[in-house]
């Protein structure tokens, strides 16, 4: 079991500490998602020191060792399957029987807070089938050269596809209309009069009917084959919708009139007793139940700390009531294996309405993450605003959508790992055709882009610790040595996104004092530049060591890369490349590090050998973009790796080619 440690007695300072995930993994001989997960499923021992904006996590070997004598590693423990980290902001853990939920009602903001739809309908009467992979980055092939595009005449809402994936549907509320999209042509197929004012959509799996909640009416279900479409009232507003797995009954999250069940044969609609101010509902199909999440100031009845129940649907009766971290009533959802539940919080730690009590310093949107099974909370992920969640089919990433930014987050470490800015209101994803449907809010368009190919997916071997691969994130997606950036931004790239570098105050440091990143021995450490200008010389990485200048790598006016190593009193040693690299155009660097010499290439051919010994000292960090002396860069750079081992010539090449053949911008 974890352990906090934020005010506690000093440790015995001769006791030996490991201080990181990678020290731990190590030491453990695995890789770092494992040890997670074992530390969330397991009880590992793992420590934590809490600060004020994030916290670091140690462990002692003789408590490692003790709990290895207590379990017996099985060969089955490899990083393909889902791990947690615990939350980096504490708070009280709540799960309470429907007796002991005090509830308070409160008054509710103008706008509910929009539901999303069970985008791909469930399928209980095949069995369930191992979804195909998909790509490690999703969004890397996001251009526009590859968007099928079709602009809406109007304000829309949610989203949702047909069980073959070949059909969507959007609302739009203002026109009383549901569009009908073909996903492979991406043409409007037919306008489906509604006569009201459409928002929420269920579709069922044979594809015949939709049902569409009205903004104030009630509820429309349309015929698909005909079009027609009559009306069931519902005395209110529904925020969101949602079929039983058997699609014998419809479930209404209405707000102050309560959670109420509409029986699809008789169209009778009743009430469920005890179910206070639902406002987003979501199906957990393996283990048959029905997550509501609420909005009316929760157990105990603190403000923005409401409460999701938990029901089961073929008793309609409360399993359990979940709460204790802030939220307020937003979109929720469920991964299609059952193991974990997502819900925004809305702007529970935004607004001064309510007390904040456990939010993060600042003013962020949020999202909180519970295992399923016992309600635990797991994590808290920050966002820039309040959104809409989803999983993918494989449930190994997570995606936020908030009308500004498209973020996705790895459901192992749910570190994110790729943000598109992109004004993205609703998505589906579709395996079979790996493409991903969505509407844009501005300008107001249906859009299909395609997932990033699979044999574009850059997954390096022998990638140690570091990866900055800047998808719209400075996140360090090997290990923890996460940038600092002045000034940079980010453009397409060379796959995906990349860093922009103005060539005057923009630079990016990495984490300083990170040991594994600097090791200097038999290592490869790879970048992808596109330069803008060639007209003085430009440092283009500097190490930094006890805030004096060590060895740097620079392009020379004539476009050439040079290696400059300092030595006492005496002049650098230089390594010159032979080949220069274009103006405006993607090259290809690698260093590789032996005990005593360096090699450098360009665009995967070798450029020189010199007999120098690059520092190992620890502590210390790399500027990128800048130095101590020269011109700070200007121009893109992408795809930062640094590697464990020194990498062959063939190697170099074929990382080269591969991502060469892949990119697009």
């Not at 504490?90 to 409160?106: G, N, V």
């Not at 809406?152 to 949702?160: A, I, M």
């Not at 009306?231 to 925020?239: C, E, F, H, N, Y």
Request: proline share 7%; charged share 25%; with cysteine.
């Amino acid at each position: 079991m974890s352990e906090t440690m934020s005010q506690r007695e000093p440790q015995d300072p001769g006791r030996r500490r490991l201080d990181s995930w990678k020290e731990i993994a190590l030491y453990l001989g695995k890789d770092i998602r494992t040890v997670q997960r074992w530390e969330s499923r397991e009880s590992l021992p793992i420590h934590r020191h809490m600060h004020e904006s994030k916290g670091s996590v140690f462990a002692f070997p003789e408590e490692l060792d003790e709990w290895k004598q207590r379990r017996s590693v099985t060969e089955h423990d490899t990083d393909d399957k889902p791990t947690t980290s615990e939350p980096s902001i504490p708070f009280p853990q709540l799960s309470l029987d429907r007796s002991s939920a005090r509830r308070r009602l409160l008054l509710l903001p103008g706008i509910a807070i929009l539901s999303v739809f069970a985008a791909l309908a469930v399928r209980h009467s095949a069995p369930p089938q191992k979804p195909k992979p998909i790509p490690l980055r999703l969004l890397a092939q996001w251009h526009d050269s590859k968007l099928r595009r079709l602009p809406l005449s109007s304000r829309f809402g949610p989203l949702v596809a047909s069980t073959d994936e070949r059909t969507t549907y959007a609302a739009l509320p203002d026109e009383g209309v549901i569009a009908e999209i073909g996903v492979i042509d991406g043409r409007l197929r037919r306008r489906i009069q509604t006569g009201g004012r459409p928002y929420q959509l269920a579709l069922k799996r044979d594809g015949r009917e939709l049902i569409v909640s009205d903004e104030a009416q009630g509820l429309y279900l349309v015929d698909l084959s005909s079009g027609a479409s009559r009306l069931i009232r519902t005395d209110g507003a529904v925020s969101s919708i949602l079929l039983s797995p058997n699609e014998d009954r419809l479930f209404l999250a209405m707000a102050y009139k309560g959670l109420k069940v509409l029986d699809l044969a008789n169209e009778q609609l009743r009430t469920l007793p005890g179910v206070v101010c639902p406002m987003s509902l979501a199906a957990d199909p393996k283990n048959n139940l029905l997550w509501v999440s609420c909005r009316c100031g929760g157990p105990g009845g603190r403000l923005g700390h409401d409460n999701i129940d938990v029901l089961d649907f073929a008793t309609e009766r409360s399993v359990r009531t979940v709460g204790g971290p802030p939220l307020v009533g937003g979109h929720i959802a469920v991964s299609s294996d059952g193991a974990l539940v997502a819900i925004d919080g809305s702007d529970a730690c935004i607004s001064p309405r309510y007390d904040r009590i456990g939010c993060p310093p600042g003013a962020y949107g949020i999202v909180q993450v519970f295992r399923a099974s016992d309600s635990k909370h797991l994590t808290t992920l920050l966002t820039s605003s309040p959104g809409f969640l989803y999983f993918t089919p494989d449930n190994s990433r997570l995606l936020h959508t908030n009308g500004k930014h498209l973020s996705v987050f790895e459901t192992s470490s749910f570190r994110q790992v790729e943000s598109l800015e992109q004004h993205i209101m609703y998505a589906i994803l579709s395996p079979s055709r790996q493409e991903l449907y969505t509407i844009l809010r501005e300008p107001n368009e249906w859009v299909a882009a395609p997932l990033n190919d699979l044999r574009c997916d850059f997954r390096p071997e022998g990638l140690y610790s570091f990866h900055w691969s800047a998808d719209g994130i400075f996140t360090d997606l090997g290990g923890s040595s996460h940038g600092a950036p002045h000034h940079v931004e980010f453009q397409p790239g060379l796959l995906g996104q990349a860093f922009q570098f103005n060539g005057s105050s923009s630079f990016l440091d990495s984490a300083p004092g990170d040991s594994a990143f600097f090791l200097g021995h038999n290592m490869t450490y790879m970048l992808w530049l596109k330069p803008s200008r060639s007209s003085i010389e430009e440092t283009l990485l500097q190490r930094i060591h006890l805030n004096q200048p060590d060895w740097r790598m620079l392009r020379r006016p004539d476009g050439r890369i040079e290696l400059e190593f300092p030595r006492d009193n005496r002049k650098p040693l230089l390594l010159t490349s032979v080949d220069t690299t274009a103006t405006d155009h993607w090259s290809h660097i690698a260093l590789v590090t032996g005990q005593e010499n360096v090699q450098l290439y360009l665009n995967g051919k070798p450029q020189g050998f010199l007999s120098a010994n690059i520092s190992d000292q620890k502590g210390g960090h790399f500027r990128f973009g800048a130095g101590f002396r020269g011109g700070n860069f200007a121009g893109h750079m992408d795809e930062v790796t640094v590697h464990a081992r020194p990498f062959s010539r063939q190697e170099i090449q074929r990382v080269e080619a591969d991502l060469r053949r892949c990119h697009i911008n």
